[in-house]
Nanobody, 124 residues
Framework: QVQLVESGGGLVQAGGSLRVSCAASGRTFSSYDMGWFRRAPGKEREFVAAVSGSGSSTDYADSVKGRFTISRDNAKNTVYLQMNSLKPEDTAVYFC?????????????????WGQGTQVTVSS
């Protein structure tokens, strides 16, 4: 069982930066791929980014490539999403996710573990 708790959401102006974090419970953190999904108002939950258990491999949605960076610290059981050059269309609830395999294209319904979500709002 993995429990995930996000933090760091908030309100930021367009063009600004924000970092969200996700703390995971359990002693097998490094055996899970970790990822971020988001759900914008009126839209389905969508993949944002993922990182492999070792941290050596990452995957991003086309909409965030070059602006967002996912990373993890296995000593702290924490995964981060650094968001730069934010746009109003990045406004969403951001969810941390964990599974044995997470990549772009994995449907949200197939993901094993979820956090409760943190709101990110980008004003224009």
């Amino acid at each position: 069982q993995v429990q995930l708790v996000e933090s760091g959401g908030g309100l930021v102006q367009a063009g600004g930066s924000l970092r969200v974090s996700c703390a995971a419970s359990g002693r097998t953190f490094s055996s899970y791929d970790m990822g971020w999904f988001r759900r914008a108002p009126g839209k389905e939950r969508e993949f944002v980014a993922a990182v492999s258990g070792s941290g050596s491999s990452t995957d991003y949605a086309d909409s965030v490539k070059g602006r967002f960076t996912i990373s993890r610290d296995n000593a702290k059981n924490t995964v981060y999403l650094q968001m730069n050059s934010l746009k109003p269309e990045d406004t969403a609830v951001y969810f941390c996710a964990a599974d044995r395999r997470l990549r772009n294209g994995v449907p949200p319904k197939a993901v094993a573990y979820w956090g409760q979500g943190t709101q990110v709002t980008v004003s224009s």
